[in-house]
């Protein structure tokens, strides 16, 4: 379930097509990934890059679509 939300929303943010909702998705998919896989004991994974990751969606999330995304082309309304 969490690859299809991974794969759904990654695709949206990517196209920048509802990206407020595909960073939150993706915030609150990778949050307990991230904590089932690194409290179980002897486990050394990629920590530090999903709080990047983590940090960059918040990042995008706060900042909004770029000009460039599906949510700012011409003719739609102004948020």
Do not use: E
């Not at 915030?27 to 002897?42: C, E, K, N, Q, S």
Request: hydrophobic share 50%; with cysteine.
């Amino acid at each position: 379930l969490s690859g299809l939300v991974f794969i759904g929303a990654g695709t949206s943010l990517a196209l920048g097509w509802m990206t407020r909702l595909s960073c939150t998705a993706l915030f609150l998919t990778l949050v307990p990934i991230t904590l089932a896989i690194h409290i179980a004991p002897g486990h050394t994974g990629p920590l530090l890059k999903n709080i990047a990751i983590l940090g960059a969606l918040a990042f995008v999330f706060v900042r909004g679509p770029g000009s460039h995304s599906m949510d700012k082309a011409p003719g739609r309304a102004a948020r």
